[in-house]
């Protein structure tokens, strides 16, 4: 409750331009890649993309991943959901008994991965109130929260804000939750967008066409019109949704409709989110890549609780739209000047990382723009104009007195 308000559109718009510097610089590395005639690794890049976006809001730091690889939040987040199968057991184990593991005091983070978000949030925070610094992020929101509990004379009010310990853990679940499901939704839709070349170029002319009515620019307002893209993005997370499973616990004995079955008081239980979104009885050929089941009209017909890639009810994701606005940003920022082809170093079938809690293909080299697939050369707005370049060299030639071409 405290924290749904940090995730309202207003809050979207106020956010917006931190990622869009972001996603600058993404598109400065893609190009210098593509200049310098070298393989893109999609998935790492994207990666790299909403790490700098995340740690820029939750953290309020400029990481610049983009630009380099080795930077310190890339590689914690590589390391925050990459588990040995030890690990895997353990984490296992927890979603199925969690009081048990709370009883035993099993830790689930890694105490130095802990311990450097903790003292990046401290660090920050004790800067940001030392200097009077005031940024436009989650961060702030957050540091606003906290302050709540404080009235004008420094002692306590009643009301409940938020400690330092708490802002940390808050601000590790935004990066946990922010980062790498973005950046995944992102990647599957370019593999997807790989393989039907038709859906990419659809995409690519949906970006465009609503960037000729913005002046070229990529502003909030004119990625809500990217309906296309939203689409693709819609179908990408049925077919791959990045949380697999949802988690819940009965909380009154329940008898499901028409059958004998009775879920106990207490039954934690596991809703099959990629199975529901796979059966053919919700959505007909689930294989099948089909943007246009999620057209106006089209999408009107998806029954109730069958497309859960946010989850539903009061707990579902809290990140919704800032995850859709990040990954509508990422895809269209290098399809507009760019056409991706799979290089030969993409697994096909795809396989799936078994270890990682949410869904994200097996390999690190992944979907490539590689040298010879770029689309011509990256276009630089505004795009070319076919139709109205041969018009007006038409109209040079009639009113040409030398006629002729
Ligand atoms: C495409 C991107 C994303 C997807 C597919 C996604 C998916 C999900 C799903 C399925 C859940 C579980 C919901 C449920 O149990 O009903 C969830 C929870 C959550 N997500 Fe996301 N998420 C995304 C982006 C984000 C972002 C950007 C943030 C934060 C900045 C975020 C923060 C969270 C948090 C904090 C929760 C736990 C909410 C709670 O327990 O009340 N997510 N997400």
């Known amino acids: ?21 972001c996603s600058q610089q993404m598109s ?16 790492d890049m994207l990666a790299r993309f909403t790490t700098d976006v995340i740690s820029s809001c939750a953290f309020g730091l400029e990481s610049n991943s983009c630009k380099n690889p080795d930077e310190e939040f890339r590689k914690y987040g590589k390391t925050v959901l990459d588990f040995s199968t030890y690990e895997v057991l353990r984490n296992s184990i927890s979603t199925v008994l969690p009081d048990l593991c709370r009883a035993l005091g099993v830790i689930l983070v890694k105490p130095h991965v802990a311990k450097f978000f903790y003292n990046t949030i401290k660090n920050t925070v004790d800067y940001r109130e030392k200097n009077n610094i005031y940024r436009k992020d989650f961060l702030q929101m957050l540091i606003d929260m906290k302050n709540h509990n404080v009235n004008n004379n420094n002692e306590k009010k009643q009301e409940v804000g938020m400690t330092l310990n708490e802002m940390a853990a808050e601000a590790f679940a935004f990066y946990v ?21 038709d859906v990419q170029q659809r995409a690519r002319e949906n970006v465009r066409e609503v960037l000729d009515r913005h002046n070229g620019e990529i502003s909030y307002e004119a990625l809500q019109e990217m309906t296309y893209v939203q689409q693709v993005i819609d179908e990408t ?21 028409n059958t004998d079955t009775i879920i106990d008081k207490g039954t934690r239980l596991f809703i099959p989110t990629y199975a529901i979104h796979r059966d053919p009885d919700n959505f007909p050929e689930p ?38 606005m990040q990954s509508k940003l990422g895809i269209a920022t290098v399809l507009k000047d760019f056409k991706f082809t799979l290089n030969e170093k993409t697994k096909m079938p795809m396989e799936f990382n078994h270890h990682n809690f949410v869904l994200e293909p097996q390999v690190d080299s992944i979907p490539t723009a590689s040298q010879g697939t770029i689309f011509s050369k990256p276009c630089t707005y505004p795009k070319f104009h076919e139709e109205e370049v041969k018009r007006q060299i038409n109209d040079m030639l009639n009113n040409s007195k030398l006629g002729g071409p």
Do not use: W
Request: proline share 7%.
């Open 1 to 21: 409750m405290k924290l749904t308000p940090t995730f309202t559109t207003g809050k979207m718009k106020m956010m917006f331009n931190i990622l869009l510097g």
């Open 28 to 43: 400065e590395v893609v190009h210098d890649t593509y200049n310098k005639n070298e393989e893109i690794n999609i998935k």
């Open 177 to 197: 939750g922010g980062f790498e499901t973005s950046s995944s939704t992102m990647t599957f839709a370019f593999i997807e967008m790989a393989l039907n070349q």
């Open 237 to 257: 997370l049925r077919k791959y949704p990045i949380v697999p499973l949802i988690v819940r616990q009965c909380v009154k004995d329940y008898k499901i409709e």
């Open 287 to 324: 294989e099948q890549f089909d943007p246009d089941r999620f057209s106006p009209e089209n999408k009107r017909d998806i029954k109730p609780f069958t497309y859960l890639p946010f989850g539903d009810g009061p707990r579902n994701c809290i990140g919704l739209r800032f995850g859709l």
